[in-house]
């Protein structure tokens, strides 16, 4: 009875004033080697005793689940308290552009709330390899197709970025990150030729696609549970598809796509990768062996995107087309006052954002039977010469634009067609998924839940994190911890994986990294499914520790 009263005047005192939901571990609740608790006997981790106390939270516990709690994003909770993914939700992508700065040979990574410039980073060895098609993962890491157009040079390649310090490596062992920051081409840590690994320790995995292959196409998968996560890149000069591991960027086949010239590529809410080149549409059936299907001519040939009902879009001239797969045809709309259309990007409310060469940008409503063009929107020079290319739209449903004369990427808010402009680096001519949308738009969920668990300050010894997760075939869990003095310092702490579902199973024993406070540990369960009918389901969570008071 005196120990439970403690833990409940203990938890009273604390400063934070965060719910204190503590049950205690007593002395018969359980036997050395059971989960979660070693009583009596020696730590394995070398202190005399194993943990006292256990916070659980879930359905039937102190604590359920709060989807919204603690920035929260892109999780609901089901019928019974479990956390699930929400498909609709889009908050889980973070607020960046990545444009690739053709002229330059580097990408500008643009914070699309701040708009400013965060970074900017050499593409390969020696630079100059004319960067262009981008693509952004579920968890936020870009691939650029550097086309070496100019050169037809061992240049012709792709590269993958980590989008934020956590997927970054330390690969000379000084026990910190050298990474770009800031804005400007003096931002760019250089990248010496003949140098297979950047400097900078973000820069992932470079890989050659052969001299004067042109990359023209490039696009992320899915790829979680036993599905890897692959990129496609399209070459244009060979009439192939490449698909490279996301992990390493090993390449581990070749397609054949002839006659088409890969322009640009766009994956579909099944996983099918859809080509269009120069002029001719071709879809590669990635769930049945890759199987090619060539489907003829496309009416607006330039650029292409897909929405979350399985259609696919075209730009081109002065024209948008849009695909129906299940009945193999295709709907036009002309678009008055265009000069030529290029990059396009839909949103979740199936609202076409295309780019136009001199006027800017053009709204068409693709919601209904037919497709309605909206509005013209000018951007850039007032001559007219903007030279606008690429497309996207970003994290909080901003359609953007990319301006390759004035080196400037556009936002424009789509309820009053307002724009504000950033610069970026030299002659950015980016197509493709710049900002990770297309890829959640096409169906491809994720999300993640966050809960801080709060120790009794800087004696609180960690053991272990368990949980109950069901992940079915075709989705992925991962499992993250940080640990800080305070809930504010948490936002800054560095996050440590511990687990991923599948193959993982809790627990897990924990270890506060070295120079870190233990005093409180936020947890993050990050969801993905290949599948949007499909999602993990996190039905409990709880973590043990001990308060050595001496």
């Not at 960027?249 to 996983?271: C, E, S, T, W």
Request: net charge neutral; charged share 20%; aromatic share 8%.
């Amino acid at each position: 009875m005196f120990r439970q009263l403690f833990v409940g005047s203990f938890c009273a005192l604390l400063a934070s004033g965060t719910a204190c939901n503590h049950s205690l571990i007593e002395p018969g609740q359980c036997t050395p080697g059971s989960r979660g608790c070693d009583p009596g006997g020696e730590d394995p981790r070398g202190g005399p005793n194993g943990p006292d106390r256990i916070d659980r939270v879930g359905p039937g516990q102190p604590s359920g689940f709060d989807p919204k709690g603690e920035g929260s994003s892109g999780v609901k909770l089901d019928d019974k308290g479990n956390v699930v993914l929400d498909p609709g939700n889009f908050a889980t992508m973070t607020p960046i552009i990545w444009v690739a700065n053709s002229g330059e040979g580097t990408i500008s990574k643009v914070d699309t709330r701040t708009m400013k410039e965060v970074a900017r980073y050499v593409t390969a060895p020696g630079g100059g390899a004319d960067p262009s098609r981008t693509t952004v993962s579920l968890t936020g890491d870009v691939v650029v197709a550097n086309r070496a157009l100019l050169s037809r040079s061992n240049k012709a390649s792709a590269t993958k970025i980590a989008g934020d310090r956590s997927g970054c490596i330390d690969r000379n062992g000084n026990g910190r990150i050298d990474t770009s920051e800031g804005s400007g081409p003096g931002a760019a840590i250089p990248w010496p030729a003949g140098q297979m690994h950047s400097p900078d320790e973000c820069v992932l995995w470079y890989t050659e696609l052969g001299a004067g292959s042109v990359p023209r196409a490039a696009g992320f998968d899915a790829g979680v549970g036993e599905l890897e996560t692959h990129v496609y890149i399209g070459l244009w000069a060979t009439r192939e598809v490449v698909r490279l591991r996301g992990k390493d960027g090993a390449i581990v086949k070749r397609i054949n796509v002839a006659p088409a010239q890969p322009y640009g590529l766009v994956l579909d809410l099944d996983g099918a990768v859809w080509v269009q080149g120069t002029g001719t549409l071709v879809k590669i059936d990635v769930k049945a062996g890759d199987q090619v299907k060539v489907l003829g001519s496309i009416p607006c040939p330039y650029g292409i995107a897909a929405d979350s009902r399985g259609f696919i879009y075209t730009a081109g001239a002065t024209c948008v087309s849009r695909y129906n797969p299940a009945t193999g045809r295709w709907d036009q709309v002309d678009v008055p006052g265009a000069t030529f259309l290029r990059g396009l990007a839909l949103d979740q409310k199936h609202q076409v954002w295309v780019a136009d060469t001199q006027v800017g940008m053009f709204h068409i409503d693709a919601m209904g039977a037919n497709m309605v063009v909206k509005r013209s929107i000018p951007i850039g020079q007032a001559d007219g010469s903007g030279n606008n290319v690429g497309a996207a739209i970003d994290f909080d449903g901003n359609p953007w634009v990319i301006s390759y004369s004035e080196s400037k990427a556009y936002k424009i808010n789509p309820a009053n067609y307002t724009t504000q402009a950033v610069e970026v680096g030299t002659t950015p001519y980016t197509y493709s998924d710049m900002t990770g949308f297309q890829l959640r738009n096409a169906g491809a969920p994720a999300g993640f839940f966050r809960r801080t668990f709060e120790g009794c300050g800087p004696h609180t010894r960690w053991f272990d994190l368990d949980w109950q997760i069901m992940a079915p075939p075709g989705t992925e869990v991962t499992v993250r911890v940080r640990f800080a003095k305070s809930p504010a310092e948490l936002m800054n702490a560095m996050w440590v994986q511990v687990a991923r579902v599948p193959p993982d199973q809790g627990p897990v024993r924990l270890q506060v990294p070295q120079g870190a406070s233990p005093d409180y540990m936020q947890v993050e369960i990050s969801m993905k499914s290949a599948d949007p009918k499909l999602t993990p389901i996190l039905s409990s969570l709880s973590a043990s520790y001990s308060c050595n008071l001496g």
